[in-house]
């Protein structure tokens, strides 16, 4: 059984630098709390630092320790989305270039995601075509919102014009919700892993499905961790009231319902939902096919999400394409 872990973060120290700055001067942003965590002097988080910027020998030794053959890598959130757009851009064709140099020199034990810097969506889509083409990645990765938008306006269409082109999956990576969504998310350390990451994915890709982006884009292929973001829970509930939206003039008509666009252009990833209920359950809804492993390697032990794989109550060969199988295939990692 392979074992391709599929969201595993890394940086670059320049990114990490102008995060620092950015920690230092401070903002209202929810995402200032884990940047000042990670980036901050007093940061209690400094020490994911060591991890996220090692894409060599310490890293594979982690894995060579657990039995994990493969990390696919992407850059850590927020990723280049906190910046102005020349910055962005900057440092995510910077943080691609550094990926395909260790990809090259590890070449049978990483993978990477390209990010781009949605900013600048036309400047993105070059930069898509430029990881796809010349750096040889395997898909791509954004953390969610960017300057408060999400993606389902036409502006931002460019990037999944491109994506689809090339048939670069796009991996939808959490960040803390944005200030329209925030008030509430403010007390009990609700903004990040807790529950303010998982509602800020979920309500962003049901945006996407609602708007009709996948009638315009049916080969674009989207992933998202954390046993789906609460999504195929809810499936049958989003079918059953969408069409109540729809009738009043609330939606846009679409060709499918909900969940039928979601089993078609959606995978999902286990990363830090270490739970074999769920993992069942989410089979079951979406098909084997649809659900792959990940550690969320720095933040999360990897010992433990290996041991939830190895461990996990499925047929042998449903087991191997969730460890690996299915990664390889939605990645072109073969």
Same mark, same amino acid.
């Given at each position: ?104 020199? @590890?070449?049978? !034990?990483? /993978?990477?995601? #390209?990010?781009? +810097? *949605? =900013? ?64 509430p998310f403010r007390k009990y350390g609700m903004e990040g892993a807790l529950w303010g990451y998982g509602i800020e994915v979920s309500t962003h890709c049901l945006t996407l499905i609602f708007s ?27 079918? @059953?009231?969408? !069409?109540? /939206?729809?009738? #009043?003039?609330? +939606? *846009? =008509?679409?060709?499918l319902k909900p969940s039928e666009y979601f089993r078609r252009n959606f995978a999902i990833t286990t990363s830090g939902q270490e739970n074999h209920l769920a993992l069942k359950y989410s089979i ?51």
């Amino acid at each position: 059984m392979r074992l391709i872990a599929t969201e595993e973060a890394f940086s670059i120290p320049e990114i990490a630098a102008e995060y620092a700055r950015l920690a230092g001067r401070g903002g209202d942003s929810l995402d200032m709390g884990l940047v000042q965590q990670i980036y901050g002097n007093d940061g209690d988080l400094r020490r994911f630092q060591k991890g996220l910027l090692d894409i060599g020998e310490e890293r594979i030794r982690s894995m060579d320790e657990n039995g994990v053959d493969v990390h696919l890598l992407s850059l850590t959130a927020p990723g280049v989305q906190m910046f102005d757009a020349d910055t962005a851009a900057g440092l995510a064709t910077l943080a691609n270039d550094r990926l395909a140099e260790a990809v090259a020199k @590890y070449p049978t !034990r990483f /993978a990477g995601l #390209g990010s781009f +810097a *949605p =900013q600048d969506p036309a400047r993105a889509a070059r930069e898509i075509e430029r990881a796809r083409n010349t750096l040889k990645l395997n898909g791509l990765v954004v953390n969610s919102h960017t300057n408060d938008e999400y993606y389902d306006e036409e502006k931002y269409f460019p990037i999944f014009e491109a994506a689809e082109a090339l048939d670069m999956p796009i991996y939808i990576h959490p960040r803390s919700p944005m200030a329209g969504m925030a008030g509430p998310f403010r007390k009990y350390g609700m903004e990040g892993a807790l529950w303010g990451y998982g509602i800020e994915v979920s309500t962003h890709c049901l945006t996407l499905i609602f708007s009709g982006l996948f009638d315009r884009f049916p080969k674009l292929k989207i992933v998202i961790g954390h046993m789906g973001e609460g999504i195929p829970f809810w499936l049958w509930r989003i079918d @059953y009231m969408h !069409r109540g /939206a729809m009738a #009043g003039g609330r +939606a *846009p =008509q679409l060709k499918l319902k909900p969940s039928e666009y979601f089993r078609r252009n959606f995978a999902i990833t286990t990363s830090g939902q270490e739970n074999h209920l769920a993992l069942k359950y989410s089979i079951d809804t979406l098909g084997p096919e649809n659900v792959l492993w990940a550690i969320d390697y720095p933040y999360q032990p990897t010992t433990a999400a290996v041991q939830f794989m190895r461990t996990a109550p499925l047929a042998e060969d449903v087991k191997a394409m969730v460890a690996g199988g299915n990664a390889a295939h939605i990645f072109h990692l073969d």
